[in-house]
């Protein structure tokens, strides 16, 4: 006895339809992994790109972030607006303090008179203000913020 090749086989996925990987190979290719910041070639090779050169106290061109416009003002007093959703005791909060340390998702603040730390989250943070000229270079040249 042979089979028909045209009969359809009954599926979960209705008549017709053939099962996921029918006529599919069994071994699939597993593409190379590429590092972070790489460039692919026309022929398919990852090429990594190079670090843009910097200047200290400059930001590097792809790297301008608020973290890193902190980091350049580290130890200057700040006025950081926060809120907090969902809260019934406080929905919005100001600190106000030495900024300490800045990173991708938190701040660090410390008060002068009592020496208390505050590790905030930038998730929370609305805005910040500072009461003296803040530091920020263009990454493009030496040029400071227009205006100061």
Request: without cysteine; charged residues 15%; aromatic residues 10%.
């Amino acid at each position: 006895m042979y089979s028909n090749p045209t009969k359809a086989v009954p599926t979960p996925y209705g008549a017709g339809y053939p099962s996921p990987g029918f006529g599919q190979p069994t071994a699939q290719a597993v593409p190379p992994m590429i590092p972070a910041g790489s460039m692919i070639t026309a022929a398919g090779q990852p090429v990594p790109m190079a670090a843009a050169p910097t200047t200290p106290g400059q930001l590097p061109m792809e790297q301008s972030f608020i973290e890193n416009i902190l980091r350049l003002n580290l130890g200057k007093i700040a006025t950081l607006y926060m809120t907090y959703e969902n809260n019934t005791q406080w929905n919005a909060k100001i600190f106000k303090g030495r900024l300490e340390a800045a990173g991708r998702d938190h701040i660090i603040i410390s008060d002068p008179k009592t020496g208390m730390r505050f590790l905030l989250l930038m998730v929370n943070l609305d805005y910040i203000t500072f009461d003296e000229p803040l530091q920020y270079t263009y990454p493009y040249g030496s040029a400071s913020l227009p205006g100061r």
